[in-house]
C-alpha cells in the first residue's frame, strides 16, 4: 500500500478551505462534488509538497464534527482493494464499508476499514 491522502471533516468545506488557505500553499482545489455512494461532499486539496487533504462533510461526519474530531481517515492506495481488505481482517480490522465506486476518484473503488490505527481508505489503483 502507498500512502494516499488524509482525510478531514468539516461542517463547511468552503470555510474550511479559507483557513486552510492562512497555513499552508495550496496548489491545486478540486471542484467540491456529492458522492452518493459515500453521501458526502467532498473536495481534495493538493498542498505545495504534494500532501493530499480530502474534506468530508455532510451526514456521515456530523457526529465526530460534533465532537471536534476533525481529523477522519487515513487513506492508501492499493492494486487490489479486495485482497488489502483480506489482509485487514486478519489483523483484526473489520469493514465499515464495501468497495463502492468514488466520484472524487474517477470512478475507482475505495472501502472503508477500522483498523487498530483508526479509520482506513483503500482506494484501488
Known amino acids: 500500500m502507498k500512502f494516499h491522502h488524509i482525510g478531514i471533516a468539516t461542517e463547511n468545506i468552503e470555510k474550511t478551505i479559507q483557513e486552510l488557505k492562512q497555513l499552508f500553499n495550496i496548489k491545486n482545489i478540486s471542484e467540491t462534488v456529492y458522492d452518493k455512494n459515500q453521501d458526502a ?35 492508501y492506495e492499493t492494486e487490489d482493494i479486495n485482497k488489502e481488505i483480506e489482509k485487514l481482517q486478519k ?15 474517477k470512478n475507482k473503488k475505495v472501502a472503508f476499514l477500522m483498523t487498530n490505527i483508526g479509520l482506513m481508505e483503500l482506494v484501488e489503483q
Open 41 to 75: 461532499n467532498l473536495c481534495m486539496l493538493t498542498l505545495e509538497d504534494g500532501t493530499k487533504l480530502e474534506l468530508v462533510s455532510g451526514k456521515v461526519v456530523e457526529k465526530i464534527v460534533k465532537k471536534r474530531q476533525f481529523l477522519y481517515h487515513t487513506c
Open 91 to 105: 489483523l483484526d480490522s473489520f469493514l465499515v464499508s464495501e468497495p463502492k465506486e468514488a466520484i472524487l476518484f
